[in-house]
């Protein structure tokens, strides 16, 4: 199975920009659909962004609307490890960010996601 670990996130302005890195072990994470969630103060998680296994034919990459033009989600294989690189971060960014990964589903759900990494927390102030 895969390990995740999170990294890279800390206290921002509003409008600047924070690179999480998810680094995997254990498996090669290309074969997996990997996500990143965020769950902020009495908010449900939501998913952010993912991008599929490299075995999927459809549509790569997936972003909510909320962060459509500025996050971008990443994923190195040499190094083994997928980034959401986020820009013009606003206070309602803030949040636990975890990055989850599958190797089956490809939904946007986090009941779907089988491995979890610890979040990082990411916190944007005005």
């Known amino acids: 199975q895969v390990q995740l670990a999170e990294s890279g996130g800390g206290l921002v302005q509003a409008g600047g920009s924070l690179r999480l890195s998810c680094a995997a072990s254990?498996?090669?994470?290309?074969?997996?659909?990997t996500a990143w969630f965020r769950q902020g103060p009495g908010k449900e998680r939501e998913m952010v962004a993912r991008i599929a296994r490299i075995t999927w034919r459809g549509d790569s990459t997936y972003y909510v609307d909320s962060v459509k033009g500025r996050f971008t989600i990443s994923r190195d294989n040499i190094k083994n490890t997928v980034y959401l690189q986020m820009n013009s971060l606003k206070p309602e960014d803030t949040a636990v960010y975890y990055c989850?990964?599958?190797?089956?589903?490809?939904?946007?759900?986090?009941?779907?996601?089988?491995?979890w990494g610890q979040g990082t927390q990411v916190t944007v102030s005005s």
């Open positions: 989850a990964a599958d190797a089956s589903n490809i939904g946007r759900r986090y009941s779907e996601y089988a491995y």
């Open positions: 254990g498996r090669t994470v290309s074969s997996y659909t």
